[in-house]
T-cell receptor
Framework: TQLLEQSPQFLSIQEGENLTVYCNSSSVFSSLQWYRQEPGEGPVLLVT?????EVKKLKRLTFQFGDARKDSSLHITAAQPGDTGLYLC???????????FGTGTSLTVIP | GAGVSQSPSNKVTEKGKDVELRCDPI?????LYWYRQSLGQGLEFLIY????????KSGLPSDRFSAERTGGSVSTLTIQRTQQEDSAVYLCASSSQPNTEAFFGQGTRLTVV
């Protein structure tokens, strides 16, 4: 059973377009991380959100944590080919010893 | 080191052989995680170490899998009598405190032939 569901699973867009990736769960998380992974590499941490309703911006990327801390979104403005990769959300629960990873969103930005 | 280091980066082994994968976490990080990522799959939790506490082994898929962490630093994941379904990328991560943001190594790609 997957604790975190991401959508869409695959996304192919033209350079300059905007996109949003969603990470949803019925469980509450104490924090949520977003990672980007390129082929042959490990996931690279982009951001951590910990407060319900929190919004963080990283250049053209905007991350939001849901008010109830059950979901999150990643919005990319004016996507660039360098944004291509696998985007993963991961949640930590108050109790427990692991990060629960989402199913992943594979993004391809076409020049 | 500055980041999490894993070795080897690639390993090809024959079915039935044992393999050892190594992880060197970020200095000072007390929490260490092992995950497995199969092609087209998400990250599957394997095992968690925190300081001197007993590890959480709840994610290990069978008794052929074991891991240890010596001196609270380097960790080794051992797979005995490897099977083809063990082929995957094995990822190690560390964090400064439990359930805070984790930093990953580049992974070890294991291929069992």
């Amino acid at each position: 059973t997957q604790l975190l569901e991401q959508s869409p699973q695959f996304l192919s867009i033209q350079e300059g377009e905007n996109l949003t990736v969603y990470c949803n769960s019925s469980s509450v998380f104490s924090s949520l991380q977003w990672y980007r992974q390129e082929p042959g590499e490990g996931p690279v941490l982009l951001v951590t959100v910990v407060t319900g309703g929190e919004v963080k911006k990283l250049k053209r990327l905007t991350f939001q944590f849901g008010d109830a801390r059950k979901d999150s979104s990643l919005h990319i403005t004016a996507a660039q080919p360098g944004d291509t990769g696998l985007y993963l959300c991961a949640g930590a629960r108050v109790t427990g010893n692991q990060f629960y990873f989402g199913t992943g969103t594979s993004l391809t930005v076409i020049p | 080191g500055a980041g999490v280091s894993q070795s080897p980066s690639n390993k090809v082994t024959e079915k039935g052989k044992d393999v050892e994968l190594r992880c060197d976490p970020i200095s000072g990080h007390t929490a260490l995680y092992w995950y497995r990522q199969s092609l087209g799959q998400g990250l599957e939790f394997l095992i968690y170490f925190q300081g001197n506490s007993a590890p959480d082994k709840s994610g290990l898929p069978s008794d052929r899998f074991s891991a240890e962490r010596t001196g609270g630093s380097v960790s080794t994941l051992t797979i005995q009598r490897t099977q083809q379904e063990d082929s995957a990328v094995y990822l190690c991560a560390s964090s400064s405190q439990p359930n805070t943001e984790a930093f990953f190594g580049q992974g070890t790609r294991l291929t069992v032939v």
